[in-house]
């Protein structure tokens, strides 16, 4: 009965495990504990996909990200408060090292409180940029909903989001309109190539301080497409940091609201699901990649020959040393976890997974292609010829996507120069018969006149020779 019960225990505690690659543990930062039951619904969302939430106020003193110096929890969502700080804390310092050590957080923002110096302070250590003045909004007056913001025009009424990029994946993706009431806009540094903006605001919106009692917007902090309302950024530990500009999107009111647009079209708001989708993708349960088995082989050996059967043969798995213009494979196999289980991983079709076989430059860069397939995973193969150098190489993949998590391995080898004995002949060089003819012929004529020297006599006459006496 004892393997029974254990047995009915592991069952159990295998339903009840978050989705999430890397922990369940998520830690909610609200000030005030009445507006808790506004996000209700996202609190419920969360927990059927098995995360144990735990609710704290900025203002507790026995906080603690990091315990002993181990994450305390795994995730975290930041609501924006009313006071002017975090804390002591959720300091810029702490958060980052939070991040640091495999840490996700969600911070949202809101329009309706000022933006503490806190979270601003966070945002210019990662190249985000807010509106200087903390109090700006998002409106649009071509994109907006009718029924709420018939007047101040900062609800604004936003399709889901489309590709970043062709060999970027969408894991935001669908149909349907997201309400993005009273967003603060954010700017992305162009220089990070670890931001991504997950969702952008429409070429009509603008960015402007509604207490600035102003007809006209002379200069505002961020027009257009400029204005990034989702941003997220991955770390090169494949942390996720997300940033959502409305923290009111999240509220129950907008999960399934009805809009109407400019248009007069009316429709049902997918907040719901695109909160999921956020969630999902910053707490690590979508666009995971592991690596699996990591080999790297000789692909052909001549049999029988001297100077290989002690360095590498076929068959042998990640031999330590190779020897010039050998011809090598080199396979890698990579799994994606999509929320519930490791499966193959989906490659966009303009985009290539490539090998670089280096010696502080690449020699060599290669695609590698998929040769086979399980449940789980794809192996993906290629085969080369070392170059005609000698010296430390290593083969290093390094796939770095944005909202996928990055691949870098890396695996050193040693490339020999030939051996003595491994040189080809020279018979077996057909650019050298001349030559060796050459040589051959000069012998042959040389030993046909030292024969023909020495077995040529002189003829002499009988009677002519000396007489004696």
Do not use: C
Request: proline share 6%; aromatic share 10%; no cysteine.
């Amino acid at each position: 009965m004892r393997w029974l019960s254990s047995f009915l225990f592991l069952i159990l505690a295998t339903s009840i495990h978050a989705l999430s690659s890397t922990g369940s543990r998520l830690l909610v930062i609200i000030e005030e504990a009445s507006e808790k039951q506004k996000y209700s619904q996202f609190w419920g969302d969360l927990e059927e996909r098995g995360y144990k939430l735990t609710f704290e106020s900025p203002k507790n003193e026995k906080l603690a990200l990091l315990r002993h110096g181990e994450l305390a929890y795994d995730h975290v969502i930041l609501l924006p408060p009313k006071s002017k700080g975090l804390g002591p804390s959720l300091t810029p310092k702490i958060l980052l090292e939070f991040i640091q050590k495999n840490g996700n957080i969600l911070l949202a923002l809101s329009g309706d409180s000022p933006t503490p110096s806190a979270i601003s302070s966070l945002l210019l250590e990662l190249d985000i940029h807010l509106p200087p003045d903390r109090t700006s909004l998002v409106v649009d007056h071509f994109n907006y909903d009718t029924i709420s913001a018939g007047e101040k025009h900062d609800v604004l009424l936003l399709p889901r989001p489309s590709n970043l990029r062709p060999d970027v994946r969408n894991f935001f993706s669908g149909d349907g309109v997201i309400a993005f009431p009273r967003a603060v806009a954010q700017e992305l540094g162009a220089s990070s190539p670890l931001l991504a903006p997950v969702l952008k605001a429409k070429n009509t919106a603008y960015s402007y301080n509604p207490k600035d009692e102003v007809d006209a917007v002379e200069d505002p902090f961020a027009i257009g497409e400029q204005i990034s309302l989702v941003s997220a950024l991955q770390a090169r530990n494949s942390a996720r940091f997300t940033v959502l500009g409305s923290v009111e999107a999240l509220e129950n009111t907008w999960f399934a609201a009805s809009v109407k647009g400019v248009q007069g079209e009316k429709t049902k708001t997918v907040n719901r699901d695109f909160a999921r989708q956020l969630s999902q993708w910053t707490f690590m349960e979508t666009g995971v990649l592991k690596v699996g088995r990591v080999e790297h082989y000789l692909n052909s050996i001549t049999p029988k020959s001297a100077g290989n059967d002690n360095v590498t043969q076929l068959g042998f798995l990640n031999p330590p040393i190779y020897r010039v213009k050998n011809d090598v494979t080199f396979t890698i196999e990579l799994s994606e976890y999509t929320t519930t289980h490791l499966a193959p991983p989906t490659l966009p079709s303009t985009d290539a997974l490539q090998l670089e076989f280096s010696m502080l430059s690449p020699f060599h860069r290669l695609s590698l292609h998929p040769i086979s397939s399980t449940p789980n995973s794809t192996l993906f193969s290629t085969t080369f010829t070392l170059p005609d150098q000698h010296g430390i190489f290593s083969f290093r993949v390094n796939y770095k996507r944005p909202f996928v998590t990055n691949v870098d391995v890396k695996k050193e080898v040693t490339v020999r120069h030939f051996a003595h004995d491994e040189y080809p002949r020279s018979w077996k060089i057909s650019g050298g018969w001349v030559w060796i003819a050459g040589i051959w012929i000069t012998v042959g004529g040389w030993i046909a006149f030292v024969a023909l020297w020495l077995w040529s006599e002189p003829a002499y006459e009988k009677g002519k020779g000396k007489k004696m006496q």
